[in-house]
């Protein structure tokens, strides 16, 4: 069992987290304070050779944890940046 930090409190990784590829991020929807983000990979049709897409997780957050995530992914992302790993 793997372990991060968090806020000062110990996260542990439970054995039933998944973990899930995603390509993109394709919109979202608010109501009664729950916001869902969907993902999407992008899945081929053998019988057309086309590609779709095909949303595999929906994940329903707090407007709390919403605003959470946004700050730690933009610390994320400026980290990225100062590596040379990603830029904006």
Known sequence: MSADQNNGQMLRMGAR??????DGYQGAADKDGVVKLNYFSLALD???????REVVLR??????????VHQALGQLLADLESKGLARR
């Not at 053998?46 to 779709?52: D, L, M």
């Not at 994940?59 to 605003?67: D, E, G, I, K, Q």
């Open 17 to 22: 987290a998944p973990e899930i590829y995603v």
């Open 59 to 68: 994940m329903a957050l707090s407007v709390n944890t919403v605003t959470q």
């Open 46 to 52: 053998p019988a057309t050779n086309a590609t779709h």
